[in-house]
């Protein structure tokens, strides 16, 4: 089963910028799609960012113009810039081989990484 790992979570104030990373454990990120999800304290888990094999992009609309994600091959990486960012960012954030939380069923979630926005 595809397994991932996230990192570059941290405590940052309001309008500062973080970039997160996804990297898998024992496979080659170029094959597949690769999407960030996030979930907030209390709240249900929601997608934020997609990437396709081909470098399509999408975004949710709460993250449109603020967010960027990448494809980082040589490394086999993705990666999620966030710029400006806001509290109500604040949540733990997960990437899985799919785009929609519908596809992303049966996925074996990594541990995350934490984002904080708060002055």
């Known amino acids: 089963q595809l397994q991932f790992v996230e990192s570059g979570g941290d405590l940052v104030q309001p309008g500062g910028s973080l970039r997160l990373s996804c990297a898998p454990s024992?496979?080659?990120?170029?094959?597949?799609?690769i999407g960030w999800f996030r979930q907030a304290p209390g709240k249900g888990r929601e997608a934020v960012s997609c990437?396709?094999?081909?470098?399509?992009?999408i975004y949710s609309d709460a993250v449109k113009g603020r967010f960027t994600i990448s494809r980082d091959n040589a490394n086999n990486t993705v990666h999620l810039q966030m710029n400006s960012l806001k509290p109500e960012d604040t949540a733990t954030y997960y990437c899985?081989?799919?785009?929609?939380?519908?596809?992303?069923?049966?996925?074996?979630w990594g541990p995350g990484t934490q984002v904080t926005v708060s002055a």
């Open positions: 899985a081989a799919a785009c929609t939380i519908l596809a992303a069923q049966g996925t074996n």
């Open positions: 024992r496979f080659t990120l170029e094959a597949y799609p």
């Open positions: 990437i396709s094999t081909g470098g399509a992009t």
